[in-house]
């Protein structure tokens, strides 16, 4: 599923998929009336089977709404104030909202707390949730910022653990930041993630870009590990980083990504790029791969082969 802004204070929504088939019905419902939450600023939207949690910036600090985008109905308005960030559980029945404070918030839909995570205890600044996704029950991957009334690009990438017996967490920064702030920096943050699970001994495979980065980075998990040492920012080769293009209008300024998702319905297989170092023919082929998708704000659709060299079972659920 996915939506475009409409002349005025307005967005549609789409169904990808008829899009791709040339379905001319791809509009889910009339454009989506948002002056109906004015006056806010929208900052993130976290889809689940067709239900948003649009985070806005209002006088509040930041309110989180449901939104229904098939009927394009709201059908709730969370009652935590000071949201900056938010996203759905796996299996979509709980929300954990992001603070202006560091927090993290789990609640229901109708805004029953759950369970409340303090900001990183060791924090030399203050904090404010700038980005979190929640992978696993107790495992969560949030990007703090500083707290400030200028825009700032001073982030801090963590996996955030919680023992599920005692409800205490461990926050692990990561080294460095995967998607760094090397691009337009005029531009405000938003992060944009898609994720592989499960893979030989991937457990997790983070994509993970910024729109004041031309770099999209990758966080992994190992499967034969726990706790905070099973999780790495990787540092890909020059040849195997995804990087964002010049602008196709002029090709000078830097491009920034707008979206980020997976194609699991590839079925040609790929050449093995390491086939030659390891003194095999050139020619082997290896099964079809996931192709990462980025979208950029002028328009042009980026598509990258995902390639898993260790393992030759393709990706499950493809």
Not at 263 to 284: C, F, I, Q, R, W
Not at 293 to 316: F, K, R
Request: glycine residues 6%; proline residues 6%.
């Amino acid at each position: 599923m996915a939506s475009r802004a409409e002349a005025g204070e307005a967005a549609a929504p789409y169904l990808v998929l008829r899009q791709l088939a040339k379905d001319v019905n791809v509009r889910l419902s009339d454009p989506l009336d948002l002056d109906a939450k004015r006056p806010f600023q929208a900052l993130t939207v976290a889809n689940h089977l067709g239900v948003a949690a649009v985070t806005t910036r209002d006088a509040s600090g930041g309110t989180c709404h449901i939104l229904n985008m098939r009927s394009g109905s709201w059908i709730a308005s969370l009652p935590e104030s000071g949201v900056t960030s938010a996203a759905w559980s796996t299996k979509g029945k709980q929300l954990v909202l992001g603070l202006r404070t560091g927090e993290l918030v789990q609640c229901t839909v109708e805004g029953e707390v759950k369970a409340q995570l303090a900001a990183p205890p060791d924090a030399d600044r203050s904090l404010l949730v700038e980005d979190v996704r929640w992978l696993e029950n107790h495992v969560f991957i949030v990007t703090y910022n500083t707290v400030s009334e200028e825009m700032v690009h001073e982030y801090d990438v963590f996996v955030v653990l919680r023992d599920a017996k005692s409800q205490s967490c461990t926050y692990a920064a990561f080294p460095l930041d995967v998607a760094p702030p090397f691009g337009d920096v005029e531009r405000a943050g938003r992060r944009y993630i898609a994720a592989l699970r499960a893979w030989d001994r991937e457990k997790h495979l983070v994509f993970m870009a910024n729109t004041p980065s031309t770099d999209v980075g990758v966080l992994d998990c190992k499967a034969d590990a726990s706790g905070p040492s099973a999780w790495n920012a990787l540092e890909l080769e020059d040849t195997s980083r995804p990087a964002l293009p010049f602008s196709s209008t002029d090709d000078a300024s830097d491009t920034a990504p707008i979206g980020l998702e997976f194609d699991l319905t590839a079925t040609d297989p790929v050449d093995d790029p390491n086939a030659a170092a390891k003194g095999e023919d050139a020619s082997k082929k290896l099964p079809a791969m996931p192709i990462l998708l980025v979208y950029t704000n002028d328009g042009v659709l980026l598509a990258y082969h995902v390639i898993n060299t260790d393992t030759s079972e393709p990706y499950p659920g493809m």
